[in-house]
């Protein structure tokens, strides 16, 4: 699967202030923010996009009230995503390996394909093929 892995797309965490935490990467880093996505049902603010570097992003969740571990609602880590060049064989060499694929190839709201696993200790990992005019390639081009 290594040759199929092209990056780190984003990590992922969930934050309990956005302003707050958006702030933090802006000013300590110097990345900027890239987009906002609103949840598809209720149309509330729901993930911000913070842009690295060229096909790399700090995925910003809304929504953290707790720091328990061991509930949805946690505060930090959500996921890690790797960027792949072909999400169909990706998809099938995670299968081919024995681990889960937790959903099947689809089609993002941000315009990327997707799909997902977990590892052994049950921590998510998005595998993602970017595509050209997706909102990462859109902002990355300045538009």
Partial sequence: MGQIIKGIAHAAYTVKDMETAVAF???VFGFKKAFTMNHPL???PWIV???VAEGQFIELFYGGVTEDPYTDERIGYSHLCL????I???AAAVLAAGAPLDSAPRKGMDGNWQCWTHDPDGNRIELMQM????LQDKYQKGL
Avoid: C, I, L, R
């Fill in 49 to 51: 996009y913070v842009y």
């Fill in 88 to 90: 169909q064989e990706a």
């Fill in 83 to 86: 960027q792949v060049s072909d």
């Fill in 131 to 134: 595509m050209p005019d997706s």
């Fill in 42 to 44: 209720t149309g509330a």
């Fill in 25 to 27: 990467y802006e000013k």
